[in-house]
């Protein structure tokens, strides 16, 4: 589960991958009672705006992903907020499900400090995943089904066209948004 802004753009970029075999947008970091949009929104109820991102080892590693939700997906030097966006549901952080894939995103932050990748520090949380609840069905594939609302065009297109160019290798073919 990663968090890191609103969810729209992040399952966008997601879904793009070769390997990922699903993307679902949702919550996580808080209590099932309060995982509904109009709670969130608030934040006050501990969720994040985040995705489930299912995908196959074989074809796409944890660490690939690491390299596209650090370097493209977002910045995580953000803290509580992502472009326009403000709240703590919109901050930077990987629930994890195993100890390899906390000792991994620790790694992969501590790296992104030590080589000065981004003029300030990493603020990304981890914790572990203790619930992930799917956001309300008009939020899924928001930006595959809405590709010219004025937010989708300004937040998140520009963060397909970067994963386009940083990393061609990983994109399917035809992605949505992206063409191919």
Known sequence: MLAGGCFWG???VFESLKGVTGVVAGYAGGAAATAHYDM?????????ESV????????ISF???LDVYFLVAHDPTQLDRQGPDEG???RSEIFYTTAAQRNAALAYIAALDRRR???GRVVTQLAPLRGFYAAESYHQDFARNNPDNPYIVVNDL???RKLAQEFP???KPNAPLIGG
């Open 10 to 12: 992040m399952q966008a």
């Open 40 to 48: 969130v929104s608030t934040g006050t109820t501990g969720h994040a």
């Open 52 to 59: 489930e991102v299912t995908f196959d080892p074989g074809k």
């Open 63 to 65: 660490r690939r992903l």
């Open 88 to 90: 703590s549901q919109y």
């Open 117 to 119: 990748v981004y003029p």
């Open 158 to 160: 520009p963060k397909l």
């Open 169 to 171: 290798q990983l994109v």
